[in-house]
């Protein structure tokens, strides 16, 4: 995009592209909408666009809790009263420097400092590309031990969220080092991506190992050769798994699964699964997305069932929140009507 163009102009392109998206889902659906989310959130020209436009974080803050770590802070203490725990995760993917990674670790040292000071029921979650991944193997692991290092000391826990296909095997291997090489053990936690083939491998191999596991269904653009391209086909593999983790195997292992998703009809068959096998309600978690179905929430909690709210903050929202805009298509409908609301306005 041309740096010349006027902010106004600029603007306007971008509502007129998320406009297309809208057309693209009632003519082609829900498959090529993704696609198209996808490719904004990783387009450095949507993304100054968007956290240039007041609007647009308006918008966008319904999914996240604010701009500074007393922001989620605070909203985690709602979410505490409410009967649900959360998981708070400062925003930011993808650095190139050593010194932006150790922005980042310090950020969250903060956090987690917080997180003990005000009485929080909640743990941490973080991007491995935040926190050097990308740069080295070094770079990653001492930020991470010094992360897990004050995780013990102000007693909360950290789970190593899971990016695209090309880092699953570096992300994995960095949990395994850190849980039993550096013995932080159940201190740290992994994220499995119910869209990829690989992932019941690598389910089968995490319960033989009693690991502390998120199941999501995936939300970066994958090929067809490593993900289910079909939306029913990754719903399926995911009850699959979530019935594999919550297994009598599994759970002789010492298996904690967490089971994040906002769709009703898998989280009602887990439950139903649950009590046909006549599995205690605190062997296992619900997790859901800050802002998304609060109706939902509140009548799984209020059922007893555990919950965990995942609470993002920080100025690097725009990938996340375009994210989540690709995964359901009435987050979409939501974004352009508050847009044109905030314009009109």
């Known amino acids: ?4 163009k006027s902010p106004f102009a600029r603007i306007f392109i971008f509502i007129v592209t998320l406009a297309i998206s809208a057309l693209v889902l009632l003519r082609y659906g829900e498959r090529w909408l993704r696609s198209l989310l996808l490719y904004l959130s990783t387009a450095t020209w949507a993304r100054q666009i968007a956290t240039d436009f007041p ?23 709602q979410i505490n009263q409410s009967g649900m725990s959360a998981t708070l995760n400062y925003l930011g993917e993808s650095v190139d420097t050593p010194e932006d990674a150790a922005v980042a670790r310090e950020a969250i040292l903060h956090l987690m400092q917080h997180i003990q000071q005000y009485g929080v029921n909640a743990t941490v979650s973080v991007k491995p ?3 050097g991944l990308h740069i080295g193997p070094h770079i990653i692991r001492e930020n991470l031990q010094q992360l897990l290092t004050a995780a013990e000391k102000y ?11 090309s880092v699953t095997d570096t992300t994995l291997d960095l949990y395994r080092n850190l849980r039993d090489e550096d013995g932080f053990g159940h ?3 992994i994220v499995l ?11 089968a191999a995490l319960i033989q190992e009693g690991a502390w596991v998120r199941l999501c269904k995936g939300a970066y653009k994958e090929p067809n050769e490593l993900a289910f391209p079909e939306k029913a086909d990754t719903d399926a593999n995911f009850l699959k798994l979530a019935k594999q983790m919550l297994s009598e195997e599994a759970r002789a292992h010492g298996m904690y699964p967490c089971f994040a998703t906002h769709d009703e009809a898998l989280i009602r068959a887990i439950i139903q699964f649950a009590r046909q096998t006549q599995i205690d309600k605190d062997a296992f978690e619900f997790q859901m997305l800050y802002g998304i179905r609060r109706d939902l929430q509140q009548e799984i909690s209020t059922e007893g069932y555990r919950l965990r709210i995942y609470i993002p903050y920080g100025t690097a929202w725009y990938p996340y ?3 989540r805009l690709a995964e359901r298509p009435a987050n979409l ?3 352009l009507n508050n847009l044109l609301r905030s314009d009109a306005a």
């Open 193 to 203: 991506q119910a869209y990829l083939y690989r992932t019941e491998a690598d389910v």
């Open 1 to 4: 995009m041309q740096q010349n």
């Open 155 to 165: 007693d909360t826990r950290i789970r190593i969220d899971m990016e695209d296909s």
């Open 129 to 131: 590309t935040q926190l």
């Open 333 to 335: 409908w939501f974004f």
């Open 55 to 77: 609007p647009a974080w308006q918008v966008a803050s319904r999914f996240i809790a604010g701009k500074t770590s007393q922001d989620a802070i605070q909203a985690a203490q």
């Open 187 to 189: 201190r740290i936690g």
């Open 321 to 323: 929140f375009m994210r």
